[in-house]
């Protein structure tokens, strides 16, 4: 076996964003590191909207980022800490739309290590230097300047190692210009590791520590070094030194440390500043538990600064300091806003607020104004004693404020993100769908959702109207070459031709030239100013001046099919003859002399748009009735002959010619496609070769079963192609690669551009009578979300077999559940306490839960119906029970009636793993499975992780025991059981009497019922531990498994032990087996091994397109959707192979990561091909393309026809 | 132990201790031992974005918060060490 891996949407977590000047324009740019992948993202200052410039997969994982600017410079660079082992400088180079690999430094080893540093990083704000930290011990400081010729240069690194200390924060100081400096957070553990009595573990004291880098000496020194507080978790920049132009100083210099409830301002020899973090004032806060702060950005004005701080429950605080030059007079805090907790925050000069969520979709915010004089209560460390550092080990009375909905930001953008998929299901659940959607469980807490992905781009109906008949087509124009928008849209009818202008509304005219009595064939705007109708009998010119100038066809012919350019028009005749008119340099319409016979009816011609700045496109494609394509030249000394020719399977219905980039063929230039639809639905589409007007490069496509159809349109003031049959496609370029999607919308029988004032970049298409006006607003994208929120964290769900709901259990771990609730506000308002409602009843989506201490679980079972996206149903958990798994049980005792086992847990911790009392709820379907109805409760000894209907009962995987159940009338009764697996049973799957059991870390068991003498034996198992995640099976040997840190791998049984276990009646032979390696009696043989660098969290074996082949989907927990796919032939594996041999070869890790070392990071891979990798194939500069192809004894064009081929085949998309 | 070291290797050893922070040796202690492979899963655990996230969302702890505690667990992961017996 032979997979191939193919990433269909990439992850769409953020785990680290800054902001930046990065292409050395004035607009600022954020760029993003979505842990493997890193993102350019421009926010549109006029409309707020975010759209992303360039992405691009690095091979390896993100861990720190930071924005770079030389003193003097305009333009930031952006460096990357990675699991390489080097610190990579990278510049955004705006002509090539790319990331250029500016330095690339080695240091240490490859991997997330504990003394590799690659984990923290800070630049001086100076620009001079940085400094690149590891979990542990090593800090290495490179020096940056520029040479000569003004190209940023890096110095060997300098070490400012501290053995046995744990880094947790560093920072870059803002010194103005004396030598750079940065802080870090220290604590040493030498002392506490040789104290047998755990005082010197007490006594651990955290260290703020300068590091100087003396830049005369080339040398790191410790400047300053005191303790601080031990909960510190984070720093923040401070801004100081002196401006150039004036004595004055910027602000204090130092640096806030955040610690558990209290912010402290630190430098040296200056007084300690400190405030307590406020708290909500919630009738339900813990008090015990610390306050956190988890994100902070500083932002400077002119002639000031402020923080603004995030704790972990999402409150934003705006930090102010008070300072006379460098005296720091007063710290103060209060509350801003609440926005989604972040895992980075940033503001943009032009008053945007960027919030990458940890969880969900991110943000882009507003400022409406700075909470500069609100009612805010503001809290100074003026107000306590010696600004509170009076006792610096005891807390400062805790200070509180009531979050609010947003008063100071405003939300004006949302960037859509699957990031933590829990689980997901890949069924076909739509009526009218060949093609299975997604359904993925994600978010966390109130922002969880369950979205049902699509393969297509999602539409937006601007205007939609009914007609009085059906018309055949639609067309818009303008009136004149540089008008902005179109002024007229012109329905064609059996019978007749409607024409109705555009302007406020849209209505009917009369007086326009057009012909209302006939149909039409074809609309343009003709040279400057004017513009044609082509009808069955005619042409109409109609110049500016209303004047017409007719062409008529012979007696007893008719116009069958016309195209049309700016500049020529060619129409079709009954009698299979071309006739071709040009306009001549006095706005003269001409027919060319001579008429050219096609000897066969011709169904569709195309020609196309007039290249800037000539006469005439050359070319003009007809096809006939007799299955063929020719090009016909309309060049001046060749006019209307026969270029070439192309056969085809079916008669074409429609033919559309484009000049469209594909940077995969051609980088600067566009590619003038043709484009040929058949009535079979299948489309052909060309490459129409510019010198000698052959057609080469043919790639085939199905579309669907009506013939095709096919209109040129604008996208994002592009040319692209809509194709419609019985689903509608977008061809598209973005981001100067092609695209072909189809839209999620009615069917269309015609469509055509629309352009007018309020909608600039739409379309108009018809649907039987209906007139439908809409645009396309996130281009780029391939799956269409629809999301419905649910209430918890989702943890797993199951579809019901025929009514097509969801049923989903949600779980949140130190959350208080509502019964929970409801009995500790009562035990308040019996101590007197008065309730404040208001803050009880705050929007848990916006604001989350409070926080309850560990071993609180609130949980439930929510009953979906994902087709109509609407909550049918919510079952509630009491007495602190959480639910881990759930199953659709048919139990054979009660004549296999649907029953619902939900495996939950009481009072469940974590790590430990324990609980007061697992139990394995048995529901049943009422009201057509709209409720539930609890028939009982079985206890189990440990949290039953997994459960599954198995020949008519229940198979339960209870800690590290399996179990077969069946239903009893006040119990579920215990059959049999097996309690040999390693640590806890996490997945479960069969086929006829074989169970694979996944188990927490030491991968899957294969198992079997042995009914007659009722036995659960296992017979084999992996022979290294794996922490499964997620598992499915690909066949009755094979399983294919996901990983906790990232790998898929498959796992197959020799079919020889497999029959001799199937033929054992009894199962007594397995039984008396002698184990092997301490394990079972057989072994499993690993397939394939790849890393995916996201944890896995679902595997599906499903057939994407309608007939084709079945591929594995897999989901990550960062948002990452894949397939890997099973090569067909040997050939196909020897040349992908080889390809990819070549592509690593070209080192495109954009943090420096070797491929191979990547994909192999915990076990080498196996027989399993990048398919991304393979794929950048197509952004290579032309002459490696072609030294590659060569190598492979290939063209390029081949290349890319079979990496297109093997994505399309496979999923679609 | 590699080859340039064969020869060198007691003068140098207790220079690449201290310089590799986490290598073993002949008289390692249990302890020792068990202390380096914890504080080494913790560091990976915060180097991986997808172990924190997914630690995040067992907890129901803010990825901040995980990445926070585990740091701090590193400085004595497995309680005291043993009295010595000397």
Known sequence: ?1213 | MSSELRYTANTQLEHLHARYTGTGHADLTKYEWLTHQHRDTLSSIVGHPTLTSYLAIADGEAIGRVKFEMCERMLQPCGPPPAKDD
């Open chain 1, 1 to 1213: 076996m032979h997979l191939y891996n193919l990433t269909l949407q990439p992850p769409t977590a953020i785990t680290q964003a800054i902001v930046g000047n990065f292409s050395g324009a004035r607009q600022q740019e954020i760029i993003v590191a979505r842990g493997t992948r890193l993102e350019l993202l421009r926010p549109d200052v006029q409309t707020g909207k975010v759209s992303t410039v360039i992405a691009s997969d690095v091979f390896g994982s993100i861990r720190s980022l930071t924005a770079f600017r030389l003193t003097g410079g305009t333009k930031d660079y952006a460096i990357v800490g990675s699991d390489s082992g080097r610190i990579v400088i990278l510049d955004y180079d705006p002509k090539t739309s790319s990331f250029v690999k500016i330095h690339q430094e080695t240091y240490g080893k490859s991997g997330a290590r504990r003394i590799i540093p690659g984990q923290y990083i800070a630049a001086d704000p100076k620009g001079r230097s940085v400094m690149i930290a590891a979990m542990e011990k090593a800090k290495l400081v490179y020096i940056l300047n520029r040479d000569a010729a003004a190209n940023l240069t890096i110095s060997s690194p300098l070490e400012a190692h501290k053995n046995n200390s744990i880094i947790h924060h560093i920072v870059g100081l803002d010194v103005g210009f004396e030598n750079p400096t940065f802080a870090a957070l220290e604590v040493d553990y030498s002392e506490a590791d040789q104290d047998p009595t755990g005082e010197a573990f007490n006594n651990a004291e955290k260290l703020l520590t300068y590091y100087e880098l003396d830049l005369g000496l080339n040398h790191v020194v410790r400047k300053w070094s005191e303790p601080t507080d031990p909960r510190a978790n984070l720093l923040v920049q401070v801004p100081g030194g002196q401006l150039a132009s004036s004595d004055r100083y910027d602000g204090p210099s130092g640096v806030l440390v955040c610690c558990e409830d209290h912010i402290i301002y630190r430098h040296m020899d200056a007084p300690q500043h400190r405030v307590p973090i406020p708290r909500r004032r919630h009738p339900l806060e813990d008090k015990e538990r610390g306050l956190l702060i988890t994100s902070a950005v500083m932002h400077k004005m002119k002639g000031a600064f402020f923080f603004l701080l995030q704790s972990e429950e999402g409150d934003l605080y705006k930090v102010t300091i008070e300072h006379d030059e460098q005296d720091v007079r007063a710290l103060k805090i209060k509350y801003f806003d609440t926005v989604p907790v972040a895992s980075s925050l940033c503001i943009l000069k032009s008053g945007f607020l960027f919030v990458a969520a940890e969880f969900g979709n991110h943000h882009l915010y507003q400022f409406q104004k700075l909470g500069d004089d609100d009612n805010e209560p503001e809290f100074s460390s003026t107000m306590y004693p010696n600004f509170g550092m009076d006792t610096p080990t005891i807390a400062l009375p805790p200070a509180y404020f009531r979050p609010r909905g947003l008063d100071n930001l405003t939300l004006v953008d949302e960037l859509e993100s699957l990031d933590a998929i829990v689980d997901a299901k890949v069924v076909n659940l739509l009526p009218n769908s060949d093609s299975p959607q997604i359904f993925a469980a994600c978010g966390r807490g109130g922002r969880s959702t369950l979205r049902m992905l699509r393969h297509g781009l999602d539409v937006e109906e601007v205007v939609s109207s009914d007609l009085p008949g059906i018309p055949n087509a639609v067309w818009t124009t303008k009136l004149k070459e540089d008008d902005p928008h179109d002024s007229y849209i012109i329905l064609s009818f059996v019978n007749g031709t409607l024409v109705l202008s555009i302007g406020e509304t849209i209505e009917e005219v009369q007086d326009t030239g057009f012909l209302s009595s006939s149909p039409t064939l074809a609309v343009q705007q003709l040279g400057t100013s004017a513009l044609l109708q082509v009808h069955p009998h005619g042409i109409r010119h109609v110049l500016s001046d209303r004047r017409v100038n007719e062409w008529r066809v012979p007696q007893g012919k008719t116009i069958v099919c016309a195209t049309t350019n700016r500049r020529q028009v060619v129409v079709a005749l009954s009698s299979a003859e071309l006739v071709y008119f040009e306009l001549d340099l006095e706005g003269q319409l001409n027919e060319y002399q001579e008429r050219k016979a096609m000897g066969s009816t011709v169904l569709a011609m195309s020609v196309g748009e007039v290249p800037e700045g000539r006469q005439r496109t050359p070319f003009l494609a007809v096809g006939c009735e007799d299955q063929t394509v020719r090009i016909i030249s309309l060049d001046p000394e060749s006019t209307l002959e026969t270029i070439s020719l192309q056969a085809l399977t079916s008669p074409p219905s429609s033919i559309c010619i484009a000049d469209m980039l594909d940077a995969g063929i051609n980088k600067i230039q566009p590619t003038m496609f043709v484009n040929i639809g058949l009535q079979n639905g299948v489309l052909l589409r060309t490459v129409l070769d510019p010198i000698n007007g052959q057609l080469t490069d043919t790639r085939t496509r199905f579309l669907g079963t009506r013939p095709i159809k096919l209109i040129r349109v604008q996208v994002q003031r592009n040319p692209g192609i809509l194709a419609l049959s019985s689903r509608s496609w977008l061809n598209y370029t973005h981001q100067n690669l092609m695209h072909f999607t189809p839209l999620i919308f009615e069917n269309l029988d015609y469509a055509w551009s629309f352009s007018a004032e309020l909608c600039p970049e739409g379309l108009i298409g018809i649907s039987g009578s209906v007139l439908r006006i809409f645009q396309i607003p996130k281009l780029g994208t391939k799956l269409k979300q629809d999301s419905i929120p649910l209430s918890y964290t989702p943890r797993k769900m199951i579809p019901h077999p025929s009514n097509g709901y969801f049923y989903i259990i949600e779980g949140d771990h130190r959350v208080m559940g509502e019964e929970a609730k409801q009995k500790k506000l009562e035990e308040l308002t019996r101590q007197g306490k008065k309730i404040d409602e208001e803050m009880l009843n705050l929007p848990p989506e916006v604001f989350g839960r409070p926080k309850a201490p560990a071993g609180t679980w609130a949980s439930g079972i929510h009953i979906v119906s994902p087709v109509d996206a609407k909550t049918i149903n919510f079952v509630p958990l009491d007495n602190n029970e959480s639910a881990f798994s759930i199953a659709v049980v048919p139990f054979a005792a009660q004549g296999g009636e649907l029953t619902l086992v939900v495996g939950t847990a009481q009072d469940t911790f974590l790590a430990p793993r324990s609980c007061t009392s697992g139990f394995l709820r048995t529901y049943r379907f009422v009201d057509d499975g709209r409720g539930l109805e609890l028939l009982h409760k079985t206890e189990t000894n440990d949290v039953p992780l997994a459960v599954m209907a198995f020949q008519g009962r229940l198979i339960a995987g209870v800690g590290k025991a399996l179990r077969l159940y069946d239903i009893g009338k006040k119990k579920l009764l215990r059959k049999v059981e097996n309690k040999n697996f390693g640590c806890a049973i996490v997945t479960l799957n069969t086929q006829g009497s074989r169970i694979l059991v996944g188990d927490m870390q030491e991968s899957v068991y294969y198992a079997v019922y042995k009914a007659p003498e009722n036995r659960l034996l296992v017979f084999a198992d992996d022979s290294q531990p794996r922490w499964v995640t997620a598992t499915t099976m690909v066949d009755y040997f094979t399983v294919a498994a996901g990983d906790r840190f990232g790998n898929v791998f498959v796992n197959r049984l020799d079919a020889k032990v497999s029959d001799q276990v199937d033929e054992d009646p009894t199962g007594a032979g397995i039984l008396h087996e002698k184990g092997l390696l301490m394990g079972a009696p057989h072994k499993t043989q690993m397939l394939a091994h790849f890393h995916v660098g996201d944890i896995v969290t679902s595997i599906t074996k499903v057939a994407l397109v309608a007939g084709g082949r079945e591929v594995l989907l897999y989901t990550g927990l960062h948002g990452t959707i894949g397939i890997l796919v099973p090569f067909v032939s040997k050939e196909d594996v020897d040349f992908i192979s080889t390809l990819e041999q070549h592509m690593r070869t070209e080192q495109i890790s954009l943090v420096g990561r070797d491929h191979l070392a990547w994909r192999g990071y915990y076990v080498p891979v196996k027989a399993v091909v990048d398919g991304d990798l393979c794929e950048t194939f197509a952004r290579l500069p032309a002459s490696k393309q072609s030294s590659i192809a060569n190598e492979l004894d290939r063209t390029v064009g081949e290349v890319l026809k079979k990496l297109e081929q093997l994505r399309v085949t496979a999923s679609g998309f």
